[in-house]
């Protein structure tokens, strides 16, 4: 049976690979934080199962410290723009064949690879269907790529570095926005807002509760980034209680709106760091917050739509 | 009130853009303290949730694809591309990635797109080579500009066109709590209700794609004027002189 465990491993390996080629090029410019970052890294994936949760938690503040300086990155690219336009004019359209690999697999592996049953037990754990697609499927286009374009042996790890060292530690924060996310949860963060909520904001019509509870929605997504997060106690303090119960709102159109109001909060928000502050870092703008500004005049239109929305369709007249 | 401190100091944080990793894992720290556990168990805690949500992370196998693909012309084959199609602007290419993001979507087919698989090798180049092509070269916050609206496209697109599918998590989950809440709703009827949202968001924010297609022209009409008269002063002043 594949598990996750199995993709862990490709990505122990994968970070392990990043670390050494930086810890080779440590002579010549790159500083050891960079090496101790991505091994710290490693080891989290290649052995985090099987060590305590304190160990784990230490070796997350270890990586903390060390890129509070910031990584470098390396500036070396391995090819000249000459080189690449010549490839580029060689291979013409074929060069999209092991991008494209990537979503074509994940999507057919998410579809076909949970059905698939081997003496009884089935090849990959359906619950982690998806992210198990993905890993393979990124196997299989790097396969394609090497079959195709035959590069050095070195180059796929080289490259690999120069973009994981671009994007930098931002690479890891998903994962402590996640850890966070359970603290607060924890520390029962997600009530006290919703009392505050309740408290202080105006709900004395319709029109005020719904809109209440659309910008609540998204507000509570800006500080936990994450809808998923907030829908919960928003609609347990504001939706169900006032909206639904008290003003005899549609529960159905009140919650899919709501959930869809806490999306655009998700536009706007660092703390949503996987959809706004990674790609800034993989596209390499120089403004961290580029995606964000890019993104907050459509977030505030659609959320001031959601509400003439829900006003108009939730109450049936 | 005390659990509350997490909250600042990531509002701070971010505001005086501090590292925000560094930011985050001391609100996550503060905030357990204040609710009262030990050092040792705060420091536990985030390790395991860490450790639990390395699943986000698997994205980044893709990288080793991507850089010998770079390697070997991708991003300026992708330019050359859309340099080929005369109606390509950076607007209309991210407005068509748009409308297929939220189509995908729509259809459970998430995976098809994201910023790693297609945004850093093709949309955005794409969006770049099209905008050189119809103005030149392009000045470096132009090239900002064009790059995180490339991205804005994935997420908005994805956003706002996976609800409509019935059976994604936000749908799920909204049906789970409705009915520990002892009400039943039905998958369909949520999906149906995004509908709205889903095309008002693409109206908005194609609109906006489009108007990015006419400050890109005007700002390129600017700098053409600007080069004219630098081109234009040195000779004026000669006159003068002579």
Known sequence: ?317 | MLPLIGILIVILGFAFRLNALLVVTVAGLATGLASGQSLHDVIAAFGHAFVESRYVAIVWLVLPVIGVVERSGLKERARDVIGQIRAATAGRVLLVYLALRQITSALGLVSLGGHAQMVRPLVAPMAEGAAEHAHGPLAESTRERIKAMSAAADNVGMFFGEDVFVAIGSILLIRGFLEQNGIIVEPLHLARWAIPTAIVAFVIHGTRLLLLDRRLRRESLEAAVDLAEQQAQPSARDGASA
């Not at chain 1, 570095?161 to 607060?184: E, K, T, Y």
């Not at chain 1, 939706?239 to 536009?267: E, K, N, R, W």
């Open chain 1, 1 to 317: 049976m594949i598990r996750l465990e199995s993709i862990y491993l490709l990505m122990g390996l994968m970070l392990a690979g990043i670390a050494i080629v930086n810890f080779r090029d440590m002579r010549s410019h790159m500083p050891v934080r960079n090496t101790v970052f991505w091994a710290l890294y490693a080891v989290i994936f290649l052995f985090g199962s099987h060590l305590s949760d304190f160990t784990n938690g230490m070796l997350v503040l270890l990586m903390v410290l060390t890129a509070s300086r910031g990584l470098a990155t390396s500036s070396r690219d391995a090819s000249t723009p000459d080189a690449r336009a010549e490839s580029a004019a060689r291979w013409g359209n074929r060069l999209f064949v092991p991008v494209l690999v990537v979503p074509v697999a994940t999507f057919l592996g998410s579809l076909l690879l949970g059905r698939v049953v081997i003496g009884g037990t089935a090849l990959v754990d359906p619950k982690q269907v998806t992210q198990v697609a993905l890993g393979l499927a990124t196997v299989l286009a790097l396969i394609t790529a090497l079959v195709m374009l035959r590069p050095p042996i070195f180059a796929p790890i080289t490259e690999a570095r120069r973009l994981m060292d671009s994007v930098g530690w931002a690479a890891v924060l998903p994962q402590a926005l996640a850890a966070l996310g359970a603290l607060f949860a924890a520390a029962g963060v997600g009530k006290i807002i919703a009392e505050l909520a309740t408290t202080y904001l105006p709900l004395g019509t319709p029109v005020a509760a719904v809109t209440a509870y659309a910008v609540g929605m998204a507000l509570f997504t800006i500080i936990m980034g994450n809808a998923f997060a907030a829908f919960p106690v928003m609609t347990a303090g504001i939706g169900l209680p006032l909206v639904v119960q008290q003003y005899h709102g549609d529960v159905v159109v009140v919650t899919a709106i709501g959930m869809l109001s806490g999306f655009c909060g998700t536009l706007m928000t660092p703390m949503a760091a996987n959809f706004n502050i990674v790609p800034a870092a993989l596209l390499e703008l120089r403004d961290r917050y580029g995606v964000i500004k890019a993104q907050v005049p459509t977030a505030l239109m659609l959320l001031a739509a959601n509400i003439v929305l829900l006003a108009y369709f939730a109450f049936p007249r």
